[in-house]
């Protein structure tokens, strides 16, 4: 069993920065491509940025600039760096991993959330 916990969501201003952290646990051989998805209310869950293990990283043309995505291969830990946030960036932010278990199975995993707000 795999287990991802997001943290660092809150409430912020606009034009206010936020860290996620987001840590993978549990029968884990390695992880390969990890990444945040955010949905808003009303509107289907999108692609934030996303990492590969080896450091290759893309994200969505809205947060170009502003948010930046790294990750501790030697902790399972991937990270969500925001800057310059916007109320547009108001959603409940998703974290998976794309694992490989101790079964020599991949399956993809998911985070339970955390919400973000920016205030006008």
């Known amino acids: 069993q795999v287990e991802l916990v997001e943290s660092g969501g809150g409430l912020v201003q606009a034009g206010g920065s936020l860290r996620l952290s987001c840590a993978a646990s549990?029968?884990?051989?390695?992880?390969?491509?990890m990444g945040w998805y955010r949905q808003a209310p009303g509107k289907q869950r999108e692609l934030v940025a996303a990492?590969?293990?080896?450091?290759?990283?893309n994200s969505a043309d809205s947060v170009k600039g502003r948010f930046t995505i790294s990750r501790d291969n030697a902790k399972n830990t991937v990270y969500l760096q925001m800057n310059s946030l916007k109320p547009e960036d108001t959603a409940v932010y998703y974290c998976?991993?794309?694992?490989?278990?101790?079964?020599?199975?991949?399956?993809?995993?998911w985070g339970q959330g955390t919400q973000v707000t920016v205030s006008s």
């Open positions: 998976n991993a794309d694992v490989l278990t101790f079964l020599k199975s991949v399956r993809t995993y």
């Open positions: 549990g029968s884990i051989l390695s992880i390969n491509t």
């Open positions: 990492i590969t293990r080896e450091g290759n990283t």
